[in-house]
């Protein structure tokens, strides 16, 4: 029935069809298709559902919590609607429609809407391709018409078809360096064989090579069907004028041949495995993939399958999770994950280990597959799987994003809203004798699929798997929403004992409360030799209290629905959690006992030393891993930007109790910032946020933001073997975030130079066709900073790639930028801060650390508002000033 989230490696993002407690959905009585030129008078906040006289469907909700529309067209056409000598058409197809359409040149789609301070993209599926674009408010219609424009009308221009097809492969080759994508593709093509879902999304190279503006035009001809689309429109609009606008851009497509619904996979009686498949390569780690058919998201058993796979592995208080990580210290990580698309589906279970734990990890697998009982979950486990599944619903909507992507998927795919409601209920009524039913139905060893990456030194065979599942695992037949009491609660700083700080930001929107704990220190104040250190607390701190063990708090936590976490940064501690509101008087005292009676038990320690080890290895997998992981240390010679965030895995072996707890005692007597976003009682808060202020904090000397010093040395090149691609970052120093008018204007020249319409894009990508990737980022802290441009290209293109990075500046030096690049980036800046800060945790979260950090909550709106008066000849003499090529800091990963 619904399509869970599921970022399994390389593979392109799959949208989500849930969404828990929605309103009426509103139709227009329509096996008939209805006039949409007519006066519908649609108000309300119910979901619309209009149908166009050639039988396109639109979508309207209104929602007026943020100045913003959602827009999106569905295309009933993804990979699974192609043929295997076009495969990864619908990809490219995605990808030229941003190279300009009959109305749009090159560039001008993206160029429109960040003009006015939004965004868009595009993402394609197995099932479907979707255009999306977010924009203020006012400009819905432009919205609109680019997405349209773009979707209808595409050039396809032989000439940019060719050069797009060589980024095409640059990201298949990106692909390809990610050990888990390779693991999801491969068994992709084993658990779908001979079937239209077995091909990558993003094709083959020999098929991408082959695709020409003919095959392109052919292919939406055939899909781009009006009755097989459907456009919605989310956000702060008028659903009459939404209807009136979608009928003059679309109400003109004309059908051109039936569409007949497709046909599901069938799963068969007996199947051919247990199929295993061992590659090797230059990995540290082992990744597992095991894979069981399953069926389409329209199916009643769907519930039932997505219950079991949360108590197998949905999280860290699943069954498997918890035996094999925590008990058994096997797996860095493990889970288990239904994959339902709109013919069939899988059950997947993924886990990332050490190589010499593999043999005794499969074989431990096995055993535990082979012997599932359901009467083994006890009744709270059950009902906690029941919340949280129903809890990751409900949160979706919490962004105008995830509330349009919910909401249209459930129409596009479910018929409407009312199948959260039938999924909601079958959820509810799932037995174990269900689970037991659907195990045995769908979770069988001739059934699974798996695949197994290993590094070249493990000799283990893919016989040798096999040989275990037959000896372990022989063939047999085998929420209700809260009822809060509604108080006013103003938006305040309140000033608290020994320097610490309260933020009240109330958001009646969710019945949930978002708590972040800001302090100063962090890396800050460790030595050189104690790297590592501040993130291996933040790990252990909420591992464990004086009254409660580490499980107990998770599975305290999966009881109520709630996250808890901490975190360290360069100079900043933080605790955060986020709960529903009903259960405040639960989850603030374990809060308060997380932070002044933190167990920090020597068990508890070997395991999140573990996880930071295994978190480094993973990471330096992965070549913008390997790369951002080094970048501080290769920039600064001083202060804590100079140090290893994660430490060496060596250094971290070493760390042990007491050390935490020293750090700990002194971290937390910092002066605190407590920012509440959300539903809550404001006495409630106040009561907690004194009684922590008086147990925690004491007179220190204030936190010392100090100023690094930068290194000599200013290139330095990293290797990974056998990847296909190189990752370049030019890298300029600047000032810090004291520094309001630099930082200002730094800010605008980031976002001239970033995004698709940006002019790093539309040089380095769209004329020169040198990456997939290019982009600009800022980084600042207080009294330090820097400009970075990255580039993720073929390592024979480096050079050229960086000559590009030089004309770029160089440019930008000799000519003030025109005024509607200063008019898109100015858009830019205040687009990307209202998308970017809409759930209550990134609010919380953004309030205490500016606070913390001695800057007044208004600071990045103060930021936004001087960059609208920045000339473009004050961005000249900034890049003039700090964006010198030949005092840049440049760091290569290549093969």
């Not at 990508?765 to 040198?770: A, Y």
């Not at 000519?815 to 687009?831: M, Y």
Request: with cysteine.
């Amino acid at each position: 029935m619904f399509q869970r989230v599921l970022l399994l490696g390389g593979m392109l993002m799959l949208l989500t069809g849930c969404l828990a407690h929605a309103n009426k959905t509103k139709t227009m009585d329509n096996p008939e298709p209805v006039d949409p030129m007519a006066s519908f008078n649609l108000g309300g906040d119910e979901t619309h559902i209009v149908k166009l006289k050639n039988g396109l469907t639109v979508l309207i909700k209104n929602d007026d919590r943020f100045p913003l529309v959602n827009a999106r067209l569905y295309v009933h056409a993804g990979s699974a609607y192609e043929t295997p000598e076009i495969a990864g058409i619908s990809h490219q197809l995605e990808h030229m429609v941003f190279k300009g359409t009959e109305k749009r040149g090159l560039g001008e789609s993206a160029k429109a809407i960040e003009s006015v301070g939004g965004s868009m993209n595009a993402a394609t599926s197995f099932d479907y391709t979707v255009y999306y674009v977010e924009v203020p408010d006012a400009e819905w219609k432009l919205g609109l018409d680019v997405i349209t424009d773009m979707a209808i009308n595409p050039t396809i221009d032989p000439k940019e078809l060719e050069s797009e097809k060589k980024v095409v492969l640059e990201e298949l080759e990106r692909g390809e360096d990610s050990p888990n994508s390779l693991l999801f593709k491969s068994l992709q093509s084993m658990i779908w064989k001979d079937t239209t879902y077995e091909w990558p999304i993003i094709g083959y190279r020999d098929t991408i090579k082959a695709f020409n503006r003919e095959k392109i035009m052919d292919y939406i001809a055939t899909h781009y069907q009006p009755q097989s689309m459907m456009l919605a429109v989310v956000g702060k609009v008028d659903p009459d004028e939404v209807v009136k606008e979608a009928e003059r851009l679309l109400g003109g497509l004309e059908n051109t041949r039936p569409v007949l619904p497709p046909e599901t996979f069938t799963i068969p009686e007996v199947g051919t495995g247990p199929v295993v498949t061992k590659l090797t390569g230059k990995w540290n780690k082992v990744y597992l993939g095991a894979a069981f058919p399953i069926p389409g998201g329209s199916s009643a058993e769907y519930a039932g399958l997505d219950l079991l796979s949360q108590l197998l592995g949905g999280d860290s208080t699943s069954r498997f999770y918890r035996k094999f990580k925590y008990e058994m210290h096997m797996v860095d990580d493990i889970s288990v994950s239904p994959l339902s698309l709109e013919r069939g589906g899988m059950l997947y279970i993924h886990a990332t280990l050490d190589s010499e734990n593999v043999d005794e990890f499969w074989m431990e697998l096995m055993k535990e597959l082979a012997s599932f009982d359901p009467a083994n979950f006890t009744d709270r486990e059950i009902e906690r799987a029941r919340l949280n599944l129903e809890d990751s619903m409900f949160l979706a909507k919490e962004t105008l994003s995830g509330l349009a992507s919910k909401t249209a998927f459930l129409q596009f795919f479910e018929d409407g809203e009312q199948a959260e409601d039938n999924y909601l209920y079958t959820l509810q009524q799932v037995t174990r004798d269900e689970l037991r039913h659907l195990y045995e139905q769908f979770i069988r060893p001739d059934q699974l699929h798996s695949v197994v990456l290993t590094p070249e030194e493990n000799t283990v065979s893919a016989d040798q798997f096999t040989e275990v599942i037959h000896q372990e695992w022989p063939l047999q037949k085998s929420i209700q929403k809260a009822q809060q009491e509604e108080t006013t609660v103003e938006e305040a700083v309140i000033e608290l004992p020994s320097g610490n700080k309260l933020v009240f930001l109330p958001d009646d929107t969710l019945p949930y409360t978002a708590i972040s704990i800001y302090w100063t220190g962090g890396d800050g104040i460790l030595e050189k030799d104690q790297e590592g250190l501040a993130a291996l607390t933040a790990s252990a701190l909420s591992r464990g209290t004086m009254s409660m063990t580490a499980t107990e708090v998770q599975d305290f936590l999966s009881d109520h629905a709630a996250s808890l976490g901490a975190k360290a940064g360069r100079n900043v501690f933080a605790v955060e959690s986020k709960f529903p509101v009903r259960f405040t008087d639960k989850i603030l005292p374990l809060l308060r006992e997380v932070m002044t009676a933190p167990a920090f038990n020597p068990e508890e320690i070997e395991r999140s030393k573990r996880d930071q080890i295994a978190g480094i290895k993973r990471r330096e997998d992965q070549p913008l891993g390997l790369a951002f992981r080094h970048l501080f240390p290769f920039l600064y010679k001083s202060g804590p930007y100079a140090l290893l965030h994660q430490g060496q895995p060596e250094g971290v072996e070493q760390l042990g109790q007491a050390d935490i707890m020293r750090y700990w005692a002194r971290q937390s007597m910092q002066p605190m910032t407590i920012a509440v976003c959300g539903q809550f009682d404001a006495d409630v808060i106040r009561e907690f946020a004194d009684n922590l202020s008086a147990t925690l904090t004491a007179p220190v000397n204030e936190y010392a933001f100090t100023e690094p010093e930068w290194n000599s040395e200013r290139t330095t090149t990293m290797q990974l073997p056998d990847r296909k691609q190189s990752h370049v970052l030019m890298v300029f120093p600047t000032p810090g975030q004291m520094d309001r008018d630099t930082t200002a204007s730094l800010e605008l020249l980031r976002a001239a130079l970033s995004g698709q319409s940006g002019l790093l894009f539309r040089d380095l990508r769209d004329k020169q066709g040198l990456a997939y990737s290019v982009t600009s980022l800022l980084w600042q802290s207080r009294n330090t900073g820097f400009l970075a441009l990255y580039i993720g290209t073929n390592p024979d293109t480096v050079e050229q790639s960086l000559d590009g990075f030089r004309q770029v500046v160089a440019d930008l030096a000799a000519s003030p930028l025109p005024e509607e690049e200063l008019t898109r980036a100015r858009n830019i800046l205040v687009g990307d801060y209202y998308q970017e800060h809409q759930s209550l945790i990134s609010r919380s979260r953004q309030a205490a650390s500016l606070i913390a950090r001695g800057f007044d909550r208004s600071y990045e709106q103060e930021i936004i508002e001087k960059a609208k008066s920045v000339s473009a000849e004050t961005i000249r003499s900034v890049v003039k000033e700090y964006l010198d090529p030949d005092k840049a800091y440049l760091m290569t990963v290549t093969p």
